[in-house]
């Protein structure tokens, strides 16, 4: 038969004034149950507890909670066939009539080629 063993929160709560209910018993880091007697639970003999107060949580604190935010938030979109680029002497003559040939003479300070006006 299972011997129960009273648990060692009252104790603590005698001695600390730590209520009961907000003390944790813990077996290699795993809270054990409130309610289960030690006899009953599959303890090893001379098994080192600890007990510690519960802690409130459940956030994650810091940078790390928001990684990833803005790509997991972005909806994915199929990449589009470009057409490919010219190279060589192709390029080059259609950077020179880029540049010189097709140039619209304008009053003002000259704009680079990627300004939006």
Not at 80 to 90: I, S
Request: aromatic residues 4%.
């Amino acid at each position: 038969p299972p011997r129960f063993v009273p648990l060692p929160q009252e104790r603590v709560a005698e001695l600390s004034g730590i209520p009961p209910e907000d003390q944790v018993l813990l077996h290699a880091g795993t809270p054990l149950d409130d309610e289960a007697a030690l006899g009953q639970s599959p303890l090893p003999e001379f098994t080192t507890l600890d007990l510690s107060t519960r802690l409130l949580g459940g956030k994650v604190h810091g940078s790390l909670a928001r990684a990833g935010k803005v790509r997991g938030q972005t909806p994915k979109v199929a990449k589009q066939e470009k057409k490919k680029k010219k190279t060589g002497r192709a390029k080059r003559r259609m950077q020179y009539n880029r540049r010189f040939v097709n140039v619209v003479p304008t009053f003002g300070k000259k704009k680079g080629p990627n300004a939006n006006s």
